[in-house]
C-alpha cells in the first residue's frame, strides 16, 4: 500500500515537469529593411562581399559557413556605464594626505594631495549574424552591455533598419568577385 502511494506521489510530481508553452521569439522582429533579395543590387550580395563589408566595419568574423551562407562576427569597444548601482561614492574625490617624522639629521615632511573621477567602465558587444541564401538576404544583430567586473548590465537584439541600411549600402561598395 504505502509503495502505491509513492508511486502516485512520482506520477504527480511528473506531472508538473513540462516544456514552456512557446519558443522564445526576438523582441522586438528584426526590421524589413535586414531582409533583401539576393539580386536586388548589382552585382548581386555574395558571403565575401558581406564579409568584406563587416570588416570594414570593424566586425571580428568569429565562423562562417559557407554551404550555409552563414556568416558570424562581433565587435567590442570601451564605453562608460552611466547606470551602475554601486555602494560608495562613484563620483570622484578630493583626497588629502601627509606625514612626517624626525631622523637623525633633522625633520623629515611630506605633504600629496590628488583629485580623482571614477565613472564605471563597460564593454558593448554587437554580433551580427548574415545568411546569404539563394534568394534572399537575412540579417540579424544583437547588443550586449557588460560592466568593468564582467557582468551582463543590458541585452538586446538590435536589428534596427538604420543598422540594415548601413550594412546593404557597405556591401554594395564592395567589389565584385572575380571568377576563377
Not at 531582409?35 to 562562417?64: G, I, K, N, S
Not at 538590435?158 to 572575380?178: I, T
Amino acid at each position: 500500500m504505502q509503495r502505491a502511494w509513492w508511486v502516485c506521489l512520482l506520477v504527480g510530481l511528473a506531472g508538473c515537469q513540462g516544456g514552456p508553452s512557446s519558443l522564445p521569439v526576438a523582441e522586438p522582429p528584426p526590421d524589413p529593411a535586414c531582409q533583401w533579395p539576393v539580386d536586388a543590387d548589382t552585382p548581386p550580395t555574395t558571403l565575401l562581399r558581406v564579409v568584406a563589408a563587416l570588416e570594414d566595419q570593424d566586425f571580428l568574423v568569429r565562423h562562417t559557413a559557407a554551404d550555409l551562407g552563414l556568416v558570424s562576427a562581433e565587435r567590442a569597444k570601451r564605453t562608460i556605464y552611466h547606470n551602475a548601482v554601486d555602494p560608495g561614492p562613484r563620483l570622484g574625490g578630493f583626497v588629502v594626505g601627509g606625514s612626517g617624522g624626525s631622523v637623525a639629521s633633522g625633520v623629515v615632511l611630506g605633504m600629496g594631495a590628488g583629485y580623482a573621477s571614477v565613472d564605471e567602465e563597460a564593454t558593448e558587444i554587437e554580433r551580427v549574424s548574415a545568411v546569404v541564401g539563394p534568394e534572399w538576404v537575412r540579417v540579424t544583430r544583437d547588443y550586449r552591455l557588460f560592466d568593468w567586473r564582467g557582468a551582463q548590465r543590458e541585452s538586446r537584439t538590435a536589428s534596427d533598419a538604420a543598422f540594415c541600411r548601413q550594412l546593404r549600402l557597405a556591401v554594395r561598395r564592395q567589389p565584385a568577385e572575380v571568377a576563377p
